[in-house]
């Protein structure tokens, strides 16, 4: 086994830390010892996604104190297979239908009937009780303790193991939601109140996000544990392939949890916290993959890009135009989740996304997936579905004997075998099945790509693309073509870009609740009033966390609107001044919907506050570029490649002997460890200063 390490800068002391991303297809590891990265990818067990987990650490003799920094898609895959635990809600009386009517909204227009939602409270485990809050925070009828024993009982007896609690206005009076909480500890439920998960405003979507909180939350739970066991385990016990780790020389930490885990926003949180909130994890995965993407190309110069994460189950866009997109509007199985987290999109086209043609004839591709297990037929684990992996094999777009570095060889003829039947249903050739595969594919992706950028008023020609996962990069030069996008930058790992996030990420914790008031009768006071009690919360979390206060950055947020309006943009705060804040808020919302009301009045909606807790980071190298941009010397092997409905004889290069200055003209294949980059024809592709592998259309020469 040969693993790839990249020296890097070291900006101050840092303990030894691992990023550990777990994929439905692969389980993917980037370890920094202090001193350089070294990388690992191997199959995920799907039964228990921390046996791949461990087995990685011990493959890269991580330290047994080091911190793992975890991306998981426990919560994430619970929600889509509805799979979490039995959950009752208590609420207000009167309000218990609230959660299956939401806001009846059509989710399509002009469609006359649609299968009934899932929701995940049924009907007998929804109750109520007595007790009214005003909307100014006043008490107009005291909680009825007895009704809520009687609920609780009853929720205990029908089966329930997580309870949600949402009290109407409970962001201005929690009481009575802690009076619930209180008794149903009692009872031994896990429990999810609303005033604690969501503090604001807009009955439903706390409602929502509070009950998944509650859905989740003890999968999640029995999750964390095991794994925290099995670190404990580790740590006392010799190394799983038989050595003891390197030393490591490091200065002692005082952060206090070792297990971290990344939450939808792009920060990490520890896994006492996810436990606790675990609907803050949702699309944990995703986060830090953006979170690594928009960090490499930054360094190398390109602030505007679209991070295109397509690994083995599925494909993940973001947009950052200067900055990582957030958004707090976010959904999940069309359920509303109002905690922050990066503006990701998602589709079901990934390396393993399963061929089948539907009741029209017409060639289908996903969402369904092989996973990792069986996986592709190719991987020869009794897979039998003709999947985009197989496909690309079939097409010279992947090398079968440079697989995982050399550590896995992909069987063509098992791939040749899945894709006969569906072949001859059609009536095409395998490689005709495959061409065809393939676009289906991309179609997908680059409807995803427009979804983030063209519908949001942004043109992606303006902007490089940014492929990785294990897949990204095979169809990068495809779909910046079908987009017109001139720049595609391939990061130097692009198959554990994701874990090079969680290794980069710093500890957040997010506060916020609503005041609802104008804008113009609010002044410094006030607003110091208000965010007053969050920023001491935020400095207390990440001072329990062990970070000294030099290392805490507090960030002010304000949510406004034109008084009228249903929605609202969160504008960042500097300074507590009403007319300086109006005037940005009108600018954004030009920039944003391409108009603003000068005239018109502003609402203060939600205050919010982010505490982050800074880490020392290692720093990219920038390495000195060779005299000559000959890649021969990379040049491993030639292929035949299919692209543009033809054969291509294709030199194959091996990316850790490209240098800074190679150059690349397509089509050819580079080949490393963990990713495989075709570069298609019409492309040349470069390697900058950062081992980044910059690809350009129209082979424009460059400086």
């Known amino acids: 086994m040969t693993l790839k390490a990249l020296d890097l800068v070291v900006l101050d002391p840092l303990p030894p830390i691992v990023g550990v991303d777990v994929g439905g297809t692969f389980t993917d590891l980037v370890y920094f010892d202090g001193k350089a990265v070294s990388i690992f990818k191997l199959l995920s067990t799907k039964a228990d996604p921390s046996v791949a987990l461990l087995d990685g650490l011990d493959a890269l003799h991580v330290a047994r104190d080091a911190i793992v920094s975890h991306g998981t898609t426990v919560a994430t895959n619970a929600m889509l297979e509805h799979r979490g635990a039995a959950t009752a809600l208590i609420t207000t009386q009167g309000f218990r239908d609230m959660l299956a009517i939401g806001r009846q909204t059509r989710p399509a227009l002009y469609k006359l009937s649609f299968p009934p939602r899932w929701v995940p409270v049924p009907d007998d485990l929804r109750f109520e009780v007595a007790g009214r809050v005003s909307s100014t925070g006043e008490v107009l009828v005291p909680l009825n303790v007895s009704q809520a024993e009687t609920a609780l009982d009853q929720a205990i007896v029908s089966g329930a193991e997580s309870l949600a609690v949402c009290l109407l206005f409970s962001f201005l009076h929690p009481e009575h939601e802690a009076m619930i909480k209180t008794l149903a500890g009692s009872r031994g439920l896990n429990v999810s109140l609303s005033s604690e998960i969501l503090p604001e405003y807009r009955e439903f979507e706390r409602m929502s996000t509070t009950v998944l909180n509650a859905y989740i939350s003890p999968l999640m739970t029995a999750y964390l544990i095991a794994l925290e066991k099995g670190l404990a385990r580790r740590s006392v016990q010799p190394s799983a392939v038989g050595r003891q780790p390197p030393a490591i020389s490091h200065q002692p930490s005082a952060i206090s949890s070792r297990l971290w885990v990344m939450q939808s926003s792009g920060g990490i949180l520890s896994a006492a916290k996810a436990r606790g909130e675990a609907v803050r994890t949702l699309l944990s995965g995703p986060a830090a993959g953006v979170a690594g993407a928009f960090h490499v190309a930054a360094t190398a110069g390109h602030r505007q890009i679209i991070s295109f994460d397509m690994g083995g189950t599925s ?204 804008l113009a009768e609010t002044g410094a006071s006030d607003l110091a009033a208000a965010f ?172």
């Open 315 to 518: 494909t993940d866009v973001s947009l950052a135009d200067g900055a990582i997109g957030r958004t707090s509007e976010g959904s999940v199985e069309g359920w509303p989740v109002r905690v922050p987290m990066l503006d990701v999109h998602t589709v079901g086209a990934g390396g393993g996304s399963i061929a089948w043609v539907d009741t029209g004839g017409a060639l289908r591709v996903g969402p369904q997936s092989a996973g990792s297990e069986p996986g592709p037929a190719c991987y020869g684990r009794g897979g039998m579905g003709f999947t985009v992996t197989d496909a690309n094999l079939l097409l010279g777009r992947l090398d079968a004997a440079h697989f995982l570095g050399g550590r896995m060889t992909l069987d063509r003829g098992a791939s040749e075998a899945a894709a006969a039947p569906l072949a001859a249903a059609l009536g095409l050739s395998p490689v005709a099945l495959s061409e065809g595969v393939i676009r289906v594919a991309n179609a997908h992706m680059d409807q995803a790509i427009r979804v983030i950028s063209v519908e949001r008023g942004y043109d992606p020609r303006l902007f490089a693309l940014v492929p990785f996962g294990g897949a990204g990069p095979m169809h990068a030069t495809d779909l910046a073509d079908a987009l017109h996008i001139g720049v595609v930058l391939v990061p130097r790992y692009p198959g554990v870009l994701s874990a090079l996030g969680l290794v980069l990420a710093d500890f957040t914790v997010d506060r916020s609740r609503t005041v609802m008031r104008p």
């Open 532 to 703: 007053e009690p969050l920023l001491e919360q935020g400095r207390a979390d990440l001072a329990g966390e062990g970070f000294a206060e030099e290392r805490i950055v507090l960030k002010r947020g304000l949510d406004l609107r034109y008084r009228g309006q249903s929605f609202e943009l969160t504008m960042p705060v500097e300074q507590y001044d009403a007319k300086q804040i109006a005037r940005d808020f009108h600018a954004a919302h030009e920039a944003r919907y391409g108009y603003a009301r000068p005239a018109a009045a502003i609402e203060l909606v939600n205050v919010r506050v982010t505490a982050a807790g800074l880490r020392p980071k290692p720093e990219l190298p920038r390495d000195e570029v060779v005299s000559s941009p000959d890649p021969r010397a990379a040049q491993v092997e030639e292929i035949r490649l299919r692209a543009g409905g033809s054969w291509h004889a294709a030199p194959v290069y091996e990316r850790a002997f490209l240098r800074p200055g190679h150059a690349c003209i397509g089509p050819a294949l580079i080949v490393q460890e963990d990713a495989t980059t075709v570069l298609g024809p019409g492309w040349r592709g470069r390697v900058d200063p950062w081992a980044n592998l910059v690809c350009e259309r129209g082979l424009r020469q460059t400086s």
